[in-house]
């Protein structure tokens, strides 16, 4: 009888073990973004979602360029070609920029996702300022549709003297295809 007692007393803290690492799992990718967001670690610049008020004053500006790279990658590329304008731009931290990617959909079908920015180096991440970018919102391209994504930034003149490149990548994600029931 004291066996079958403890049996169970086992069992239910077993399973309320399995339980909580099951609940542990789905937080997991919420608690990695806020520690992202935070750190700044994988160059994340999810907590520029929101446009940036910049408020440059023109007297302090550093005059010492450095260059900003541009990079992207796609999941599917016989569907969608995702790529800058340019490589490279050289710039003076403090002043505004702009650039474009260039996405063409070699589809017949239409292509919705979202681009997920990315610094490098990660301490960067937090003197990037964009002002405007087509990865604050998700896309949708038409079948054979060439589109210009704009992006306005500028390099906060805090950047350490130590960086003289910084690098923003852009991987270009599709949405997941939901079924809908009519």
Known sequence: MIEKKVN???????IFICFSMFLFSFALI????????????????????????????????NFEKLNVQF??????????????????????PGKIYSTYYVATNKSKSIITGQAVPSVSPNEASKYLKKIECFCFEEQQFKPGEVVKLPIYFA??????????TLTLSYSFFESAKVSKKD
């Open 8 to 14: 169970i007393k086992t069992a239910k803290k077993l």
């Open 30 to 61: 919420p608690l990695y973004n806020v520690i992202c967001d935070v750190t700044g670690l994988n160059g994340n610049t999810s907590n520029l979602k929101e446009k940036s008020d910049i408020n440059l004053n023109v007297s302090n500006i």
């Open 71 to 92: 990079i992207s990658h796609e999941v599917n590329k016989q569907n969608l070609e995702f790529k800058p304008s340019e490589f490279q731009i050289e710039v003076v």
């Open 155 to 164: 390099v906060d003149e805090k950047l350490p003297n130590r960086i003289k």
